[in-house]
Antibody, heavy 127, light 110 residues
Framework: QLQLQESGPRLVKASETLSLSCTVSGGSISSTSYYWGWIRQPPGKGLEWIGSIYYRGTTYYNPSLNSRVTMSVDTSKNQYSLQLSSVTAADTAVYYC???????????????????WGQGILVTVSS | QSALTQPASVSGSPGQSITISCTGTSSDFGGYSQVSWYQQHPGKAPKLLIFDTNNRASGVSSRFSASKSGNTASLTISGLQADDEADYHCSSYTSTNTYVFGAGTKVTVL
């Protein structure tokens, strides 16, 4: 059973860089052709897509965060990572990593949708 | 890229049907855009309910249905049950390989 687990500092100072990793277990991060995602949710608010990365390194970022986001993959550790620079209080959120939906009827992974999510990690930006 | 517009809350009694709307722009819902809906119980990660605008994800109850007309997508929950009390998020995957979510709708079962 595929599992995703976010890890990293839960408290980050304003203006510094937030760094999180997502460790994938129960499957290889490089075994299939789809994008792995990061999504966040500020307390009491809606979801916000941060970006997605292919195991070979191709990335798509949210235009509103593009200048501050960097994502990378480490296939040897079966994990992928997120860095968000120059954080402010507005970046306080639960950060989720997620894998696309597997459509059993077609046998295809659908990168447009997220099926498997990590439990999420609350990152607080302090002043 | 603004969030999709959803009502903050919708409520209904057990057994009733409710509909949640999700409004965007032609950029959000036009062309290749793919609409989905997620259910999120408090303290839990979201769960995919609907993909490709109106297809239920594996294992999702037939009480959940969805549609889209123009720039508005809708999720209907029929036969409302206590466990349906949760937040519901719509999402659009756009032609520029980006995702936009709604602000979420809190469903209360009276």
């Amino acid at each position: 059973q595929l599992q995703l687990q976010e890890s990293g500092p839960r408290l980050v100072k304003a203006s510094e860089t937030l760094s999180l990793s997502c460790t994938v277990s129960g499957g290889s991060i490089s075994s299939t052709s789809y994008y792995w995602g990061w999504i966040r949710q500020p307390p009491g608010k809606g979801l916000e897509w941060i970006g997605s990365i292919y195991y070979r390194g191709t990335t798509y970022y949210n235009p509103s965060l593009n200048s501050r986001v960097t994502m990378s993959v480490d296939t040897s550790k079966n994990q992928y990572s997120l860095q968000l620079s120059s954080v402010t209080a507005a970046d306080t959120a639960v950060y989720y990593c997620a894998r696309p939906y597997y459509d059993i009827l077609t046998g295809y992974y659908r990168s447009e949708y997220f099926e498997h999510w990590g439990q999420g990690i609350l990152v607080t930006v302090s002043s | 890229q603004s969030a999709l517009t959803q009502p903050a809350s919708v409520s209904g009694s057990p057994g009733q049907s409710i509909t949640i709307s999700c409004t965007g722009t032609s950029s959000d819902f036009g062309g290749y855009s793919q609409v989905s809906w997620y259910q999120q119980h408090p303290g839990k990660a979201p769960k995919l309910l609907i993909f490709d605008t109106n297809n239920r994800a594996s294992g999702v109850s037939s009480r959940f249905s969805a549609s889209k007309s123009g720039n508005t997508a809708s999720l209907t929950i029929s036969g409302l049950q206590a466990d349906d009390e949760a937040d519901y998020h719509c999402s659009s995957y756009t032609s520029t390989n980006t995702y936009v979510f709604g602000a979420g709708t809190k469903v209360t079962v009276l």
